[in-house]
């Protein structure tokens, strides 16, 4: 069996663990849901459930892999050797298989639209509903780009821990931070920023509703990577000394930093041009996103390349570092579980991902018909996945961190060994014990009925 390795460096790790959480959810699903939530009123309840929340679930899933230095199940099996807490690791690398089949393909779509702008192509002027949907249902050319994005992914994670996934969380989190300044710079000078501003700054309290809170539970969890075993899979590889406290809070500053930003280049772009509709749901970014480029940059159509090259790149970059996380979820699990090597163990995963996700690229054209409860196999994934896994996941984690282990063996693991300070430890523990699984609950029982 091949040895473990560590990560070489403290910024190595949490740039890597960034990478996991900043992905499609910071730069698409969050905009989606502030302009569904009304605007500046979801951002405020979404930041204080990452801080009394996200943060604090994080630091559980930290220490269990930090412990144990595992991959996921057996963390969960070495912890509670002979229990049931173990079907919590199952499922979590379960999850992330199914997370990342899906994942791969809607990454595919951004590769596609990058190709689409810097060739100029998406600038022509063009019905991009039709655009959008003329691809998607295509047999073979998302399953193409959905493959190539899988590549890429197989070929970091295939060079392993440090030279991998370390090394290129490194390269694209600066350039993905690089390309979010040139886009917010570029949208505050387009002329709807002020308007675009307001939405994003002015909370109107009136719009507040239970369903807004429970949104911004489920976006937290859902950005953070919370309950998949990825980021547990990571801490395994988390040095002793690492401050996991630190490094959960800086995750999460990092993670909140770029969805907040994401939301400053989206709006002010979206309220330029009139009788673009900021509710516009998924399509948000695949189709109203372009017509906005179109019609913003339409007397300088160079500036309209760039501006939607850069975005497009960003939202690759950021797909990248997260489905590299989802990828080594499971590779770890089958490398260390089945004794192979790591380019084997890779190679199996990628290519039975890859298998579901040619089902799911199909879903949305040749086997459309194919429905259960009317949900299609890319609905249904993403369905049983995020909505009734991952809510299940988060509860068991707070219960095993907070019910199950050893207060000692918390306390010690998240200080070091008593070498470090933490001073918020008793409000952890008692967020861990009641706040944090009654919260995802209410967010379990009002997503399902
Ligand atoms: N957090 C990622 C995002 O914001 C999604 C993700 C979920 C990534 C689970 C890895 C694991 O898009």
């Known amino acids: 069996m091949e040895t473990r390795h560590n990560f070489g460096s403290k910024i190595g790790a949490v740039l890597a663990a960034a990478g996991s959480a900043v992905g499609l959810g ?53 912890l509670a050797p002979g229990k049931w807490w173990r079907i919590e690791g199952v499922a979590g690398v379960f999850v992330a298989f199914m997370i990342l089949s899906y994942y791969i393909i809607v990454s595919g779509w951004t590769l596609y639209y990058l190709i689409q702008s810097v060739s100029g192509r998406l600038m022509a002027d063009r019905d991009y509903n039709a655009v959008f949907d003329t691809y998607v249902s295509d047999p073979w050319l998302p399953v193409l780009t959905g493959a190539s994005f899988m590549f890429l992914t197989h070929f970091i994670i295939a060079r392993g821990v440090q030279s991998g996934i370390e090394r290129f969380s490194k390269l694209m989190m600066p350039m993905l931070l690089f390309i979010i300044g040139i886009l917010v710079v570029c949208s505050f000078g387009m002329p709807g ?105 339409g007397h300088l159509p160079w500036l309209g390349y760039a501006f939607s090259g850069f975005f497009y790149m960003l939202l690759l970059l950021a797909a990248l570092t997260s489905a590299m996380s989802l990828h080594e979820s499971v590779t770890a699990y089958v490398l260390e579980a089945f004794h192979m090597s790591r380019r084997k163990a890779a190679a199996a995963v990628s ?23 009317g949900l299609n196999i890319f609905e249904l994934f993403d369905f049983v996945s995020s909505k009734i896994i991952l809510p299940l996941g988060g509860i068991v984690i707070c219960l095993f961190t907070g019910w199950y282990l050893d207060r000692s063996l918390v306390e010690s693991e998240l200080t070091n060994g008593g070498k470090l300070r933490f001073r918020l430890f008793r409000l952890y523990y008692f967020i861990i014990r009641f706040v944090a699984p009654l919260a995802i609950a209410a967010v379990f029982v009002h997503e399902l009925f």
């Open 193 to 297: 920023s002020k308007e675009g501003l307001r939405f994003l700054l002015k909370p109107d309290l009136a719009k507040l509703t239970g369903s807004v809170v429970l949104s911004a539970v489920g976006q937290a969890f859902y950005s953070l990577s919370l309950a998949m075993g990825c980021l547990c899979t990571y801490a395994s590889y988390f040095r002793p000394d690492t401050n996991l406290p630190k490094t959960a809070a800086g995750v999460s500053i990092i993670d909140t930093m770029v969805a907040v930003l994401s939301g400053f280049i989206i709006f002010p772009a979206v309220f330029s041009v009139e009788a673009v509709d900021v509710t516009a749901g998924p399509g948000l970014v695949f189709k109203t996103l372009p017509s906005v480029f179109n019609i913003a940059f």
């Open 26 to 78: 910071n730069v698409w699903r969050f905009p989606t849901e502030v302009g569904n939530n009304g605007g500046a009123a979801f951002i405020m309840v979404y930041l204080l459930c990452i801080l009394v929340i996200g943060i604090p679930v994080m630091m559980s899933e930290f220490l269990i892999g930090r412990h144990t230095h595992a991959n996921t199940i057996t963390a969960f099996s070495k």
């Open 351 to 373: 290519f039975s991902c890859m298998t579901l996700g040619v089902a799911c690229s199909l879903s949305f054209g040749p086997w459309s018909h194919l429905t259960l409860f």
